[in-house]
């Protein structure tokens, strides 16, 4: 009638087999983590050798936009004052470099 606990005691375990302690040092199977490594390296090298072609296309695009099709305003500024100076219009002596170049050929 009476239903009574299960009670661990000294004699109850006696002739039961003991469970194996566990061992994180000899838990880890060797193979298949070896396999999952070697595996997971292919899966990465493959993916890294199609990828950077990829990652340069993309760069060259972004330079192309970027760098190399913005009108170089920097560069025509420098040259109109180049030129302005090579005309005449901002040097001292006010003469043209074709002024100044007959200028030393006749000396």
């Known amino acids: 009638m009476g239903h009574t606990p299960h009670t661990h005691s000294a004699h109850a375990s006696k002739g039961a087999a003991r469970p194996e302690p566990i ?3 000899r838990d880890i199977d060797a193979k298949p983590t070896a396999l999952w490594f070697i595996g997971s390296s292919i899966v990465f090298f ?3 050798y199609f ?3 990829l990652f ?3 760069l060259t695009q ?3 936009r970027k760098v190399d099709l913005l ?3 920097e560069l ?3 040259k109109s004052v ?6 005449g219009d901002d040097s001292k002596s006010k003469k043209s470099i074709e002024q100044v170049m007959k200028e030393m050929v006749a000396k």
Do not use: I, K
């Open 23 to 25: 061992d994180p040092e």
């Open 71 to 73: 009108p170089n305003t």
């Open 62 to 64: 972004e330079r192309n």
């Open 46 to 48: 493959v993916s890294f």
């Open 56 to 58: 340069d296309r993309v």
């Open 51 to 53: 990828l950077m072609p």
């Open 82 to 87: 180049e030129q302005a100076f090579l005309r």
């Open 76 to 78: 025509m500024d420098v």
